[in-house]
């Protein structure tokens, strides 16, 4: 099981996962932009760095943010994060790519994602840098827009063997400005060399204000060996 990054790996050699939430993010965009190329940056600073439920920033602060290219359903983007692990590692560097296109209101996500950990050490596993590929799918019902999405890599993080992950999360929005979100993920692995299945949800309430995105969120985990739960609050800007 993984408590945070540094714990499981010193319990089983070492620890666990992370991600850059911006791809989404950019999928959506992508398929609004129309045939011609657009370039978006955004910044984020964020009390807890979580990441499917675990932390990836040892219960602190971290600064993030990217850039996103999109052209038609087609999009590609950076996203790094600063992260502590408890080693030498301190920062995180994704890129990614795919495609998003739509039917009406029905939005599809296909793409892959990198995770690299420039300044990270070798793992008695192996690399800590790791691939996934993910689909998702987004319907719009009014004021609610449910989605799902699944995420595979076929050598996780530290060479451990292919691993699954699966969300679902339904975002409402309130009134203008205001929006709601809730969801749930489960995290599988073939190997049980980092951890056993475990389930993460969360629970965020998200508004604009003068150009600056703020959200509250709750997030925890359930079956892992000391199960994880913080309040975290975010302010962002895209430009």
């Known amino acids: 099981m993984f408590l945070n990054r540094k714990t499981a790996l010193a319990a089983v050699l070492s620890i666990a996962s992370v991600h850059g939430a911006n791809a989404s993010d950019a999928s959506h965009d992508a398929g609004a932009s129309g045939n011609k190329l657009e370039f978006t940056a955004n910044v984020t600073l964020i009390t807890d760095y979580d990441f499917r439920g675990i932390s990836q920033s040892d219960g602190g602060p971290a600064i ?3 850039f996103d290219a999109t052209y038609g359903i087609f999009y590609a983007g950076t996203w790094a994060s600063s992260v502590d692990f408890g080693d030498d590692t301190t920062m995180e560097i994704d890129f990614y ?3 998003a296109p739509h039917v009406g209101d029905t939005h599809f996500d296909l793409g892959v994602i990198a995770y ?6 070798e793992l008695p596993t192996g690399t800590q840098n790791y691939v996934e590929f993910y689909a998702g799918v987004a319907q719009q019902f009014g004021p609610f827009e449910p989605s799902a999405k699944v995420y595979y890599s076929p050598d996780f993080y530290g060479e451990t063997g292919g691993a699954f992950y699966v969300q679902g999360e339904v975002e409402l929005e309130i009134v203008e400005h205001l929006h709601a979100a809730a969801g749930i993920g489960a995290s599988m692995f073939e190997d049980d060399i980092l951890n056993d299945d475990y ?3 969360h629970f965020a309430l998200g508004t604009e204000l003068e150009g600056f995105e703020l959200e509250l969120g709750y997030h925890a985990t359930e079956n892992l060996a000391h199960d994880h739960e913080a309040v975290i609050f975010s302010i962002s800007r895209s430009f």
């Open 116 to 121: 690299i950990y420039p300044d990270s050490p």
């Open 64 to 66: 993030q943010g990217g």
């Open 199 to 201: 389930i993460d949800y």
């Open 97 to 99: 790519g795919g495609i």
